[in-house]
């Protein structure tokens, strides 16, 4: 039976300025590319998702071009005429036919999940069994590629109380010159903030067991995918002797990578991301996992809009426990935005709206303006 039928997709590229070039291991960032999703159904209502990735195909296997070209030529066709109302039905439907994807996937399963919470006066946080919190502590990432301006910015944040906690962005340049930086700004912040590093899988083993040692001696709280994702034995072993505790990312392509990873004890901690596992619902799925293995989480971003942000906001205040707080930052590193209601940020927490779907409008305007023609 069906409810009420998706009439169409629309797969639209968005070109935003950044605040200032974010440097990654792989990739300097010097804007966003979003790829926002709006799903059109029968009884009128429209669901808006988002699938964004960081420089191109620089961090994973789907580019914005790719993601788009997907959406318009294999996911549509499978999609349109199918109930908008059974996300189960349409997502397995999805997975008989397409594989790997989760990007994509997940502004599907995101644009579903806006519009049957649209449809029944419901937030998608309530439409994943109900929200346990209203807000989220958000974690800011110092990327300037300069250790006096990344301090200038952290005290920034400390004072405006936006936030506490920061990620470093290592393992581009020399290790050493490295180390010296990430031990520079922990000295200037101290017990003021948490100082955690992310080196974007730059090191190899080696390098990584002494860094890892000398970071856990600095004081640094987390360090996120120091080795290869392809280096699962390495993995294993540097998380018998780091210090400081390791966080997964790359490692987790897909639900299934995350109970590999449990299984086989290479990391105590997880970053959940709805790219990464194919929208809000299936992330939930890597944090049950992680949950049962005994495994610490941490609500992690690929640098999403209002959208993306929001959607993974509404997943992850569903869960019992954050042991490592968030990254939800993603709008705040744009310089535009392109819905109508910006995202709420203060005293060091993201507020998710309590409205139906999503909580956003898109601004047709700025979105016309930004659109990659
Ligand atoms: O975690 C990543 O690797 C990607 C992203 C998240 C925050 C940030 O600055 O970059
Ligand atoms: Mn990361």
Same mark, same amino acid.
Request: hydrophobic share 45%; aromatic share 4%; charged share 25%.
């Given at each position: 039976?069906?409810?009420?039928?998706?009439?169409?997709?629309?797969?639209?590229?968005?070109?935003?300025?950044?605040?200032?070039?974010?440097?990654?291991?792989?990739?300097?960032?010097?804007?966003?590319?979003?790829?926002?999703?709006?799903?059109?159904?029968?009884?009128?209502?429209?669901?808006?998702?988002?699938?964004?990735?960081?420089?191109?195909? @620089?961090?994973?296997?789907?580019?914005?071009?790719?993601?788009?070209?997907? /959406?318009?030529?294999?996911?549509?066709?499978?999609?349109?005429?199918?109930?908008?109302?059974?996300?189960?039905?349409?997502?397995?439907?999805?997975?008989?036919?397409?594989?790997?994807?989760?990007?994509?996937?997940?502004?599907?399963?995101?644009?579903?999940?806006?519009?049957?919470?649209?449809?029944?006066?419901?937030?998608?946080?309530?439409?994943?069994?109900?929200?346990?919190?209203?807000? /989220?502590?958000?974690? %800011?990432?110092?990327?300037?590629?300069?250790?006096?301006?990344?301090? &200038?910015?952290?005290?920034?944040?400390?004072?405006?109380?936006?936030?506490?906690?920061?990620?470093? !962005?290592?393992?581009?340049?020399?290790?050493?010159?490295?180390?010296?930086?990430?031990?520079?700004? !922990? !000295?200037?912040?101290?017990?003021?903030?948490?100082?955690?590093?992310?080196?974007?899988?730059? %090191?190899?083993?080696?390098?990584?067991?002494?860094?890892?040692?000398?970071?856990?001696?600095?004081?640094?709280?987390?360090?996120?995918?120091?080795?290869?994702?392809?280096?699962?034995?390495?993995?294993?072993?540097?998380?018998?002797?780091?210090? &400081?505790?390791?966080?997964?990312?790359?490692?987790?392509?897909?639900?299934?990578?995350?109970?590999?990873?449990?299984?086989?004890?290479?990391?105590?901690?997880?970053?959940?991301?709805?790219?990464?596992?194919?929208?809000?619902?299936?992330?939930?799925?890597?944090?049950?996992?992680?949950?049962?293995?005994?495994?610490?989480?941490?609500?992690?971003?690929? =640098?999403?809009? @209002?959208?993306?942000?929001?959607?993974?906001?509404?997943?992850?205040?569903? /869960?019992?426990?954050?042991? %490592?707080?968030?990254?939800?930052?993603?709008?705040?590193?744009?310089?535009?935005?392109?819905?109508?209601?910006?995202?709420?940020?203060?005293?060091?927490?993201?507020?998710?709206?309590?409205?139906?779907?999503?909580?956003?409008? /898109?601004?047709?305007?700025? =979105?016309?303006?930004?659109?990659? !023609?």
């Amino acid at each position: 039976m069906i409810h009420t039928a998706i009439e169409s997709l629309e797969a639209i590229i968005v070109d935003l300025p950044t605040i200032r070039p974010h440097k990654l291991a792989m990739h300097t960032m010097q804007n966003q590319t979003l790829v926002i999703l709006r799903i059109r159904c029968a009884d009128g209502i429209e669901g808006i998702g988002e699938a964004t990735t960081i420089g191109g195909l @620089s961090y994973g296997n789907e580019s914005p071009d790719s993601i788009k070209t997907n /959406l318009d030529r294999h996911f549509a066709p499978l999609l349109v005429g199918q109930d908008a109302c059974n996300i189960n039905a349409a997502m397995q439907r999805l997975d008989r036919v397409i594989k790997g994807n989760t990007f994509a996937r997940s502004a599907v399963e995101t644009a579903l999940l806006d519009a049957q919470g649209k449809r029944l006066g419901l937030p998608v946080s309530e439409l994943l069994g109900g929200r346990v919190r209203d807000s /989220l502590e958000v974690a %800011w990432t110092l990327a300037s590629g300069d250790t006096v301006k990344d301090i &200038a910015e952290a005290e920034h944040m400390l004072e405006i109380r936006r936030h506490r906690i920061f990620k470093l !962005k290592i393992g581009a340049g020399e290790v050493s010159k490295d180390l010296a930086h990430v031990i520079a700004i !922990k !000295k200037a912040l101290g017990d003021r903030a948490s100082v955690r590093v992310d080196v974007n899988q730059a %090191w190899d083993e080696g390098v990584a067991i002494r860094a890892c040692q000398i970071l856990g001696d600095n004081g640094i709280d987390l360090i996120e995918q120091p080795i290869s994702r392809n280096n699962r034995a390495g993995q294993v072993r540097l998380n018998l002797r780091s210090p &400081a505790p390791i966080m997964a990312d790359e490692s987790i392509e897909c639900v299934e990578d995350a109970f590999n990873l449990a299984r086989d004890g290479a990391a105590p901690v997880f970053a959940l991301k709805i790219a990464k596992n194919g929208g809000p619902r299936a992330v939930l799925r890597t944090a049950s996992i992680a949950e049962a293995a005994g495994i610490g989480l941490y609500g992690g971003t690929m =640098l999403e809009g @209002s959208v993306g942000t929001l959607a993974s906001a509404h997943a992850f205040i569903t /869960l019992n426990k954050l042991a %490592w707080d968030t990254e939800l930052f993603g709008p705040l590193l744009l310089t535009e935005e392109i819905v109508s209601n910006p995202l709420q940020y203060h005293d060091f927490q993201l507020h998710v709206p309590a409205l139906p779907g999503l909580g956003l409008e /898109l601004d047709e305007e700025r =979105l016309a303006h930004f659109r990659r !023609k």
